[in-house]
């Protein structure tokens, strides 16, 4: 697929990736959460010392210039539009939180707690990244869910408990919300009439098994997902006895 910068070349028009941001819920939050900073920058100069508006703007302006660089960069190198965003979101983060560092500790600690939140959460172009490179684990165990839910509400608790137990350099663990991105659904075989949790365990970015499995082409026999039927359909135990022996 050719570059962004190739694309408008090409008379490809960005209009409907800058609609996917605009109506996308995951890129929403994230723009609502940099806008915060200005609330934040404002309720944090009042009663401070004259110099530190200066010196913060100072530390803003190269923020922005080096962010400006990065820009340009990745805007070329991209392959698509949609991993131009997610690295321009990264570098925000990191911008984000640096400078907040020059107004209030406790406000940069605010932010990187809500980034560090979205450590095991993976956008459906970060999972296929990971599972096209091939450099990362062996598998893979996702879980595709509509956080909102109620069915996935009640087994939230579930996988993360997996993952402390069975996470190792073989098998990773993700969660990718299509509450998010609800477009994708379909890509990945996934219904969301029932909005209930599906997991898929890839082996080298091949798909391999899946709960609930899928019969007679689209219906799906739902079982109540607990720990032991997560354990037993995707083999975890037999997974961490064969990577504890070698």
Not at 49 to 71: G, K
Not at 191 to 203: A, D, F, N, R, V
Not at 213 to 242: M, W, Y
Request: glycine share 4%; hydrophobic share 45%.
């Amino acid at each position: 697929m050719a570059a962004p910068a190739a694309e408008l070349k090409n008379g490809s028009h960005p209009l409907p990736w800058l609609n996917i941001v605009i109506t996308e819920p995951f890129y929403l939050l994230h723009l609502l959460l940099f806008f915060s900073y200005f609330v934040v920058r404002c309720s944090a100069l009042q009663g401070l010392s004259p110099d530190l508006p200066l010196q913060l703007l100072r530390r803003e302006i190269q923020a922005v210039l080096a962010f400006s660089v990065l820009t340009a960069v990745k805007f070329v190198r991209e392959e698509t539009w949609e991993a131009f965003i997610a690295d321009l979101l990264f570098y925000s983060k990191v911008f984000l939180f640096a400078v907040t560092l020059n107004i209030d500790y406790h406000a940069a600690f605010c932010y990187s707690v809500v980034f560090a939140g979205e450590s095991r959460h993976l956008t459906p172009l970060q999972l296929e990244t990971l599972l096209a490179e091939g450099n990362s684990s062996r598998f893979w165990l996702v879980e595709f869910r509509v956080l909102c839910s109620s069915a996935c509400i009640r087994t939230s608790r579930i996988f993360p408990d997996l993952s402390v137990i069975y996470s190792n350099k073989n098998v990773s663990f993700g969660i990718v919300d299509l509450g998010h991105f609800p477009n994708v659904a379909k890509k990945f075989g996934i219904s969301l009439s029932g909005s209930h949790p599906t997991y898929i365990l890839y082996e080298n970015a091949v798909e391999v098994a899946r709960l609930p499995d899928i019969i007679n082409g689209s219906k799906a026999f739902r079982p109540a997902i607990t720990k032991g039927l997560l354990c037993q359909h995707f083999e975890l135990d037999k997974k961490l006895v064969e990577y504890i022996s070698n």
